[in-house]
């Protein structure tokens, strides 16, 4: 059973860091693609970051550029979202996704962030 598990949400104030965690289990990840989605309250879900397995190809959303971080561990099957520089509009609720092309794909349930001034 496949199961990817989020950690490390928090409040922080504006201008702060937080690194997010998604140990990924069950199965083995090689070719998956490894993203972090997050869902603002009252909108829709948005990508924010991705890493290939294999490669660690990353590439960003246009808002987090510069200021977030992706990266693995395949050893330990984590990946991880390294968060600084945050902003009020950071705030969300942060997903692990991981997708192999056409063949499958997994969430995670999430982990809250919220930034406060």
């Known amino acids: 059973q496949v199961q990817l598990v989020e950690s490390g949400g928090g409040l922080v104030q504006t201008g702060g860091s937080l690194r997010l965690s998604c140990a990924a289990s069950g199965s083995t990840f090689a070719g998956f693609y490894m993203d972090w989605f997050r869902q603002a309250s009252g909108k829709e879900r948005e990508f924010v970051a991705r890493i290939h397995w294999n490669s660690g190809i990353t590439n960003y959303a246009d808002s987090v550029k510069g200021r977030f971080t992706i990266s693995r561990d395949n050893g330990k099957s984590t990946i991880y979202l390294q968060m600084n520089t945050l902003k009020l509009e950071d705030t969300a609720q942060y997903y692990c996704?991981?997708?192999?092309?056409?063949?499958?794909?997994?969430w995670g349930q999430g982990t809250q962030v919220t930034v406060s001034s």
């Open positions: 996704h991981a997708i192999l092309m056409g063949v499958r794909e997994y």
